[in-house]
């Protein structure tokens, strides 16, 4: 078979596949990401039907993949929002980056890997799946509950961290000693901080000079914008995929919000080329002795995961049952924990294997656990006051509905299009927070 014949024919079947395999978990209820590395391990490399002739435009569209991730992933966020989850944020962005860092990182170490490789490893493990989650909070109707800005927060101070982290990570993996890894963090420092800059003074300027009314104009532009400063950022030991995003937060109002719509469709596509490629570069037969390490980090990182929820639910005045929730919410990996194994994996490639694992057991897990963190612990607690409770009026649970725990959130934020967050619902009363959670 010709060479251009044969990549038509895989690449078609490959695009085929990954439709019918959304659509299958759209209808169950599942993110597609587990079922997309599971196709990439199927016909990868010691896979059932390995792919050759499109091996190489998969990679560039596992490249752009990352690309329009990031890009999309910025567009979601104003400059402001940014600098205001800094302040108000910040301590428990501290917290999760101890609690779930760190099993990552010990782990790689007990495994041998060596610093880069717990660098790595503490990525895959700290970084939750914005994706995922706000798919969980749109499934489950809790948009506007209180401890939901709290999640998004959490998840914001995790997204601008991989403006440092992944420049300091590709600095590591392309070997570079320890002056070169400062400049290089320096370099992403300073150039978050410009943009930011930039974002929060003349944004409206350089929306301005973006925009479009012709869609097709607007799409090439920001899209060949979006390459452009990926590559740049690429050759300064950025990360190309933090020059997309910050190419993201640099557009605002009709821009972003025109931009997002033509961009979505491209992203979904080559975020699911991504995953695939991820897969396909992974040795199935290298899974199974990994099952058990993977499961034990994520027994431990959902535990670390949820106590970081409950902790910045906490913080904020968050009842008992918003706390759970929040923490619950917390627990999906996903696609930033994939594109960090990807970077390492060339340097480390123990660390793929471990990775998709790992990511197929939480992308899994998490969505169980947004659910039902929270009924789980009010009937442990509930049994438990029955159990401890008689001759002591135990009717009168402890529910946390106090003034403090009925905080009310801030709400009344605005995104970039300008809509309204939803209002926050009332504060429960006794009752109501000792009922089941209506979902």
């Known amino acids: 078979m010709h060479d251009t014949t044969a990549l038509l024919v895989e690449l078609g079947s490959v695009i085929l596949g990954l439709g019918l395999i959304g659509r299958f978990a759209g209808r169950i209820g599942l993110s597609p990401i587990p079922l997309y590395l599971l196709a990439g391990l199927a016909f990868g490399e010691g896979g059932l039907l390995p792919l050759g002739a499109s091996e190489e435009f998969t990679a560039v569209g596992a490249e752009i993949g990352v690309i329009l991730l990031l890009l999309l992933l910025g567009l979601e966020y104003s400059a402001s929002e940014l600098v205001t989850s800094l302040k108000t944020q910040y301590p428990s962005g501290a917290v999760d980056f101890v609690l779930n860092a760190t099993p990552g990182a010990v782990a790689a170490l007990l495994l041998g890997w060596g610093p880069v490789g717990a660098v790595a490893l503490a990525g895959v493990t700290w970084i939750s799946s914005s994706g995922v989650i706000a798919k969980v909070l749109t499934d489950l109707g809790r948009l506007g509950n209180r401890e939901t800005p709290v999640i998004l927060g959490v998840l914001v101070i995790e997204d601008l961290s991989m403006a440092v982290y992944l ?3 590709t600095a590591m993996l392309a070997g570079v000693g320890l002056a070169g890894g400062s400049i290089a963090l320096l370099i992403a420092l300073g150039t978050v901080g410009f943009v930011l800059y930039l974002a929060l003074r003349h944004g409206r300027l350089i929306s301005r000079a973006v925009s479009s009314d012709n869609p097709e104009m607007l799409l090439l532009v920001v899209l060949g914008l979006t390459v452009l400063v990926a590559g740049v ?16 937060i640099a557009l605002s109002g009709e821009v972003a919000e025109g931009a997002r719509k033509l961009l979505t469709p491209l992203r979904d596509l080559f975020a699911a080329v991504f995953f695939v490629f991820f897969g396909l570069s992974t040795n199935p037969a290298e899974i199974p002795p990994v099952l058990l390490p993977a499961a034990l980090l994520a027994v431990v990182t959902v535990l670390t995961k949820i106590a970081t929820g409950w902790y910045a639910a906490r913080r904020a005045g968050i009842g008992s049952r918003g706390r759970w929730r929040a923490g619950g919410t917390l627990v999906a990996r996903g696609e930033f924990s994939i594109v960090i194994a990807g970077l390492a994996v060339a340097t480390e490639p123990r660390i793929g294997p471990i990775a998709t694992a790992y990511v197929l057991i939480l992308v899994i897990v998490g969505p169980l656990t947004a659910r039902w963190t929270q009924p789980v612990v009010a009937k442990i607690q509930a049994w438990r006051g029955r159990d401890g409770g008689a001759g002591k009026g135990s009717g009168t649970a402890k529910s946390g509905s106090t003034a403090k725990d009925a905080g009310t959130a801030k709400s ?20 109501e927070e000792l009922a089941p959670d209506r979902l």
């Open 167 to 169: 420049p300091l990570l």
């Open 233 to 248: 950022a690429q050759e300064l030991q950025v990360s190309a995929a933090v020059g997309a995003f910050l190419v993201g």
């Open 412 to 431: 009344g934020s605005t995104g970039k299009d300008g809509s309204e967050v939803p209002a926050a619902r009332p504060a429960p009363t006794a009752q």
